[in-house]
């Protein structure tokens, strides 16, 4: 246990940051299994939806820091491959 009045603080904030952190990574997660749903049911209109969702949910995580920034612009790059993949 912290000892501290600025280590007591600082553990109530790193658990805040880590329920917000934890919240966002569910949702991206839950947000691909769709997409990757959408694409095999071979409906274009929701998948397409759904990618343009992704991308800015992913661009704000990697821009607050939840995931790394070229993490996040993998998965942009699978999610388009994805879309075109569509296309054909």
């Given amino acids: 246990m912290a000892h501290t009045k ?3 603080k600082r553990l ?7 329920l917000r952190n934890r919240m966002r990574l569910s949702e991206l997660k839950t947000l ?4 990757r749903a959408a694409v095999d049911a071979k ?4 998948a397409a939806e759904l990618g ?7 661009d ?6 939840t995931v790394h920034a070229n993490r996040a612009a ?10 075109n993949s569509l296309a054909n």
Wanted: a positive charge.
């Fill in 74 to 83: 993998n998965k942009k790059s699978q999610v388009d491959k994805l879309l």
């Fill in 32 to 35: 691909e299994k769709k997409l």
């Fill in 60 to 65: 704000k995580a990697a821009k607050v820091g």
């Fill in 43 to 46: 409906d274009a209109a929701v």
């Fill in 6 to 8: 600025s280590a007591i």
């Fill in 52 to 58: 343009k969702t992704y991308c800015s949910r992913i």
């Fill in 12 to 18: 109530r904030t790193s658990k805040q940051a880590n």
